[in-house]
């Protein structure tokens, strides 16, 4: 599969408990993204990684929220002590990038995070 | 603070007819536009817009972009029940990122 991939597709959690959440983008892709949706509603920008420069963390809803990005390819969204308004699908995406921004995102198909 | 806005947020037409999607924006340094169609979870890519009155088309999907107006269309010609989906329009700005609108859920009844 040459696609982003996401892991696991599925998740349910108790409040409380620390999740991770794991994307494999396209290889070769500098950039990744990972995004949140709330049932019904658009994407929610989280985190941007771009090649070896600092991540670009503003749209982290709390603290509760980290990611890493290892070796330039790899990414892991981490949870801590969710709650149960972290319930949603949280997507990650990755692209080529040109000074112009993004060539275009591809998306990877979602963990769906379920917090009891 | 950089925005996009879809209108309709939902819209239900008959398979075969003809239908348009908008797209306004706000942001600083606009770079590009982006439109995507989400079925299930993953969204799929459909165009990027640069330039302005440029008309993209594939198939039956056609979209044009108005920098000066700051929106964008989405128009889809001969609806099928397969075109049902929500269609997001987003927006690569100055943040640095793209912004994405809420989105459009098309539904195309037979």
């Known amino acids: 599969g040459a696609g982003v991939s996401q892991s696991p597709s599925n998740k349910v959690t108790e409040k409380g408990k620390d999740v991770e959440l794991r994307c494999d983008p396209i290889?070769?892709?500098?950039?990744l993204y990972w995004y949140r949706q709330s049932l019904g509603q658009g994407l929610e920008f989280l985190i941007y990684f771009q090649g070896n420069s600092a991540p670009d963390k503003s749209g982290l809803p709390s603290d509760r929220f980290s990611a890493e990005r290892t070796g330039g390819s790899v990414s892991t969204l981490t949870i801590q002590r969710t709650q149960q308004e972290d319930s949603a699908v949280y997507l990650c995406?990755?692209?080529?990038?040109?000074?112009?921004?993004?060539?275009?995102?591809?998306f990877g198909p979602g963990t769906r995070l379920t917090v009891l | 603070e950089d925005k996009v806005v879809q209108s309709p947020l939902s819209l239900v037409v008959h398979e075969g007819d003809t239908v348009t999607l908008n797209c306004s924006y706000e942001v600083t340094n606009f770079r590009s536009l982006l439109w995507y169609k989400q079925e299930k979870k993953a969204p799929t890519f459909l165009f990027m817009l640069t330039s302005s009155g440029i008309e993209k088309k594939s198939g039956r999907l056609s979209s044009i972009l108005d920098k000066k107006e700051l929106f964008s269309i989405l128009n889809i010609t001969a609806t099928q029940t397969g075109d049902s989906a929500v269609y997001l329009c987003?927006?690569?700005?100055?943040?640095?990122?793209?912004?994405f609108g809420q989105g459009t859920r098309l539904t195309i009844n037979p």
């Open positions: 987003a927006v690569w700005g100055g943040a640095q990122k793209l912004v």
């Open positions: 995406a990755s692209s080529l990038l040109s000074s112009g921004g993004p060539i275009k995102q591809f």
């Open positions: 290889s070769g892709h500098t950039a």
